[in-house]
């Protein structure tokens, strides 16, 4: 079974992650700059970063970054990968205990990571560390289950082979993203990507799951099978596409 410690649930496949999950579309940091007045002055603590797929964002838009990951093996990953900008701060921190000084952020960002949380106490947390005024951006990457026939017949690979698949998915936090913002009025914007694999890349992005059964467990090699049943009836010139919704909460807290 897959740990259900969030913290080292993905010490196992930080390669994985770090090469096959997706990226954030521009729009994001557009919608950023015009509707939450994001400057490059601004300092940003992006929580549970992991291997710095978000991070690199608003570095590369000339902020300052505290990138606050409790997973040794992620922050180490994403300080390597992110090593030409020198606004990044690596935290050995959690959403509920960053180390951050009171007041000291503009923004608190958290990208494919806030289902993990403690929401209360995370909640609690960004509001101490955010200056005045400050704002708070959930986002995720949804990825779309029942576009196409490939999409479908992933989603039951997952259903059927996935450790905890159904526990963890992030629907249940999104659902309650109304109590975390509140009283706050807060506000959703929804944007598309999209990647496209060949086998090898597909395999990765699978594999970058972490309810997805590795190597040395039992169900991994019947869910390898199907995965390469499936991409073979369903690629296109050598390629499948994953679609996906990113979903971006934006608000200030009280």
């Not at 995370?122 to 779309?144: D, H, M, Q, T």
């Not at 659902?175 to 496209?196: G, L, N």
């Not at 099978?225 to 009836?233: M, N």
């Amino acid at each position: 079974m897959t740990s259900k410690s969030p913290t080292v649930r993905f010490s196992d496949r930080v390669e994985n992650y770090a090469l096959y999950r997706p990226g954030y579309p521009h729009e994001v940091l557009d919608l950023l700059r015009n509707e939450c007045g994001l400057l490059s002055s601004h300092i940003v603590a992006d929580i549970a970063s992991g291997t710095g797929i978000f991070t690199r964002i608003p570095l590369a838009n000339g902020n300052s970054v505290f990138a606050v990951e409790p997973n040794s093996e992620m922050r180490e990953t994403a300080v390597h990968q992110l090593s030409s900008y020198d606004r990044l701060v690596s935290i050995d921190g959690t959403a509920e205990k960053t180390t951050l000084r009171s007041a000291s952020v503009d923004f608190v960002t958290a990208a494919q990571a806030a289902h993990w949380f403690d929401l209360p106490r995370a909640r609690a947390e960004f509001l101490r560390i955010l200056k005045p005024s400050g704002w708070c951006v959930l986002i995720w990457n949804e990825r779309v289950i029942d576009g196409t026939p490939f999409s479908r017949d992933y989603e039951n690979l997952l259903l059927n082979y996935g450790t905890d698949y159904k526990e963890v998915r992030h629907e249940r936090t999104t659902a309650v993203i109304h109590k975390f913002f509140a009283p706050t009025p807060y506000r959703e914007r929804v944007f598309k990507i999209r990647q496209e694999f060949d086998y090898e890349g597909t395999a990765g992005r699978l594999l970058s799951s972490s309810y997805a059964p590795l190597v040395d467990q039992p169900n991994h090699a019947p869910m390898m099978r199907e995965l390469r049943r499936i991409f073979d009836s369903h690629a296109r010139n050598g390629f499948v596409a994953f679609e996906y919704r990113t979903r971006v909460y934006y608000g200030r807290l009280e």
